[in-house]
């Protein structure tokens, strides 16, 4: 053998015995030899990958840090969309969606769930094919994320290459990429030391440790990774279970997590639940609640989704940590749909981990109802851990005889009246556009991410804009020059070119995020997307009456009458025309002709390898009528089987579901 074919070998055995210590250092919490004799192992390796450069491969261990900062992250389309989780907040909530579960599944025996406590990160997808990391995506909208691979691959616990053999040829893993409190404190004693920046809370760090455009900023923050789920997989099967899956990631070299088991009743459910609670500040990690996954697959395929959460899962979160503080003061916020809010202006105080000084209180009802007035000593707690709110007021604390909090007559922002129609909790301004607030919140929500995501354009310079009366409605952001954004304080010459390129790319959207970026009342993403597959063209939406829109799922009276409403009033019409008038388009979708609707009323489920991406196979059935979704049922018409079909096709085949392979969907089609 030559010295390179001994280099090669050598470089290999280094490899592989690197990993299997790193699984036993970061996945099995059981290492079995020191620090220094791994670093040893890892000077070996680079200084043979130093003399043999073009042995170098993508996986080595000594890969994880390297390469150029980044400009901007790419963006990622998730194959599988990363879906958020329903919650509960109490034993009874749990219990509902565990009756619910039941009843979907016709089952009266208990449900076996899959349990773990729910971190306190950022959810990332890791894609590997061939058993090599390939990419890395943040969960972003769900639909679509950023590309983080470069930084992911700083993660020590991360495998760069899959143990084992067994693993599918595309398996594309998820989970919470997290910095442990320990790693957390480190990082802020050591900013405190340098006069740097500290993060507020191990959440924050996280999420600002994985965006950074420069990976080896991120190779020297604590980070780590446990995984949780699953997103696309082909060329291979898991096991039957959750819980077997997950195990399998474990033996692959991921790092799962340890708190994870698996419970048959709702007793042992809220007996985990109360330990973990109990354990929850002495665990290595922030958690804020807990996961509970039905365990079987068949039944987590038979129970489905919803538009954004899986129906087969639930997070109980922990109980909101309170504090004591007092009102400052209540103010009036006016909202994007002119919708008056009270604002209580808190004396700033530690909640959960960030600083509070102000907390909604939603409408005037609830501020009667809990009696809130000026200089009240109240408690103030996160709901969820997200959102701060007024729980309740100590009315034996307070001073004298404050009066109650009244409702203005007048919008604290243009002085129109504020009107609260009958039946309705929420006072709106009347003033609509015209109302600088209003302005403000439309064109905010217009340039946010998930509606035209026109970066740069901030919340402070929106304010900015529309305080100087530059811009009179959403259209405008579009006229002003580089030299108008430029002159702004705290933009010039590179700033305001960036940002006149976004608004030129922006331009070009989608009939779905045009029609959410308007600000429809209660038109959220789902529905705006209905909307842009049901009518195609904006048009027919513009015309659309009752009748029309009760035909498309999630759209009731209520919402209706609101689309109809917006698209009547000639003020926003006008608007609308003057967005298309400076450029803003979509790639037109013809609607398909009634004839051509062969598949009406027919359900297909796709499941396996297939010679096509399965997206372009669905856009094509549901051109022709059908509806495609994503588990078989008895209302199932047709299931469309790749090669390595699984638990879809046993199951379609036990319930005498037509199964169908590329040629016989070709036949099915050609005999209509």
Same mark, same amino acid.
């Given at each position: ?123 990332? +997808? ?16 769900? +639909? ?253 604390r307070r001073a004298g005889d404050v009066a109650p909090v009244q409702l203005p007559a007048h919008c604290p922002e243009c002085n129109s ?19 600088s607030a209003q302005r403000k919140q439309a064109i905010k929500h217009f340039a946010s991410r998930r509606a035209m995501d026109i970066e ?217």
């Amino acid at each position: 053998m030559n010295r390179f074919g001994s280099a090669q070998e050598r470089i290999q055995q280094l490899r592989d015995e690197i990993d299997r210590h790193n699984q036993l250092y970061y996945v099995l919490d059981d290492p079995q030899i020191p620090d220094s004799e791994y670093d040893r192992l890892l000077r070996e390796l680079q200084g043979l990958e130093a003399e043999h450069p073009e042995l170098i491969t993508p996986d080595s261990p000594t890969q994880r840090v390297g390469g150029t900062p980044l400009k901007a992250f790419n963006q990622v389309q998730h194959r599988l969309p990363m879906l958020s989780l329903d919650n509960a907040f109490s034993e009874e909530e749990f219990a509902s969606f565990a009756r619910r579960v039941k009843e979907r599944l016709g089952s009266d025996s208990e449900i076996r769930f899959c349990v773990e406590p729910k971190l306190d990160g950022l959810a990332v +997808s890791l894609r590997y094919e061939v058993g090599i990391l390939v990419q890395a995506a943040t969960r972003g909208d769900g +639909s679509q994320g950023e590309d983080v691979t470069h930084n992911v691959r700083t993660i020590p616990s991360i495998p760069l290459r899959l143990l084992g053999e067994d693993w599918p040829q595309i398996l594309e893993v998820r989970g919470e990429v997290f910095m442990p409190k320990a790693g957390f404190e480190r990082f802020n004693q050591q900013a405190r030391r340098l006069g740097e920046k500290e993060f507020v809370n191990p959440r924050n760090a996280a999420a600002g440790s994985l965006r950074q455009l420069d990976p080896q900023i991120t190779a020297t923050r604590p980070l780590d990774m446990f995984c949780y789920g699953f997103g696309e997989i082909e060329g291979g099967n898991l096991a039957q279970s959750h819980s077997a899956s997950i195990g399998r990631l474990k033996q692959w070299g991921l790092r799962t997590s340890p708190e994870l088991k698996t419970l048959t009743n709702l007793e042992q459910c809220a007996s985990y639940f109360e330990q973990i609670a109990a354990r929850r500040d002495g665990l290595k990690y922030d958690i804020d609640g807990v996961v509970f996954k039905v365990d079987s697959l068949a039944d987590q395929e038979q129970l489905g989704f919803v538009a954004r959460s899986p129906r087969w899962a639930i997070a109980r979160k922990f109980p909101a940590q309170e504090e004591l503080t007092t009102v400052e003061s209540i103010e009036f916020q006016v909202g994007r749909t002119g919708a008056i809010t009270p604002v209580a202006r808190l004396k700033p105080v530690f909640v959960g981990g960030v600083t509070v000084s102000n907390a909604t209180l939603h409408n005037m009802d609830e501020v009667a109802k809990k009696d809130i007035r000026v200089g009240d000593t109240v408690f103030v707690r996160r709901a969820g851990d997200v959102i701060p709110e007024v729980v309740r007021v100590l009315v034996e604390r307070r001073a004298g005889d404050v009066a109650p909090v009244q409702l203005p007559a007048h919008c604290p922002e243009c002085n129109s009246d504020i009107i609260k129609p009958e039946g309705e909790a929420v006072a709106r301004c009347s003033g609509g556009l015209y109302c600088s607030a209003q302005r403000k919140q439309a064109i905010k929500h217009f340039a946010s991410r998930r509606a035209m995501d026109i970066e740069g354009l901030g919340d402070k310079l929106v304010d900015v804009i529309v305080d100087n009366g530059m811009v009179q409605d959403l259209a405008g952001i579009y006229s002003l020059s580089h030299a108008q954004y430029a002159g702004l304080e705290r933009m010039g010459d590179k700033s305001a070119e960036n940002l006149i390129q976004a608004l030129e790319k922006s331009k070009h959207t989608t009939l779905a995020r045009f029609l959410y970026a308007l600000g429809i009342r209660e038109v959220g993403e789902v529905t705006a997307a209905a909307l842009a597959s049901h009518f195609c063209k904006l048009e027919a939406v513009k015309q659309a009456e009752s009748n029309d829109l009760s035909t498309i799922e999630g759209i009731g009276p209520i919402m209706a009458e609101h689309i109809i409403a917006f698209f009547r009033q000639s003020h926003n019409l006008e608007v609308i025309q003057k967005l298309l008038d400076v450029g803003v388009h979509w790639d037109e979708v013809e609607a398909p002709a009634v004839e051509t609707q062969i598949l009406s009323g027919k359900s297909f489920v796709i499941t396996g390898t297939l010679s096509r991406p399965r997206s372009e196979i669905k856009d094509e059935l549901q051109a022709m009528g059908a509806k495609v979704v994503g588990s078989v049922s008895k209302k199932t018409d047709y299931l469309l089987a790749g090669s390595d079909a699984g638990s879809k096709l046993a199951k379609a085949q036990g319930l005498g579901i037509t199964v169908l392979d590329e040629d016989g969907l070709r036949w099915l089609l050609d005999s209509f």
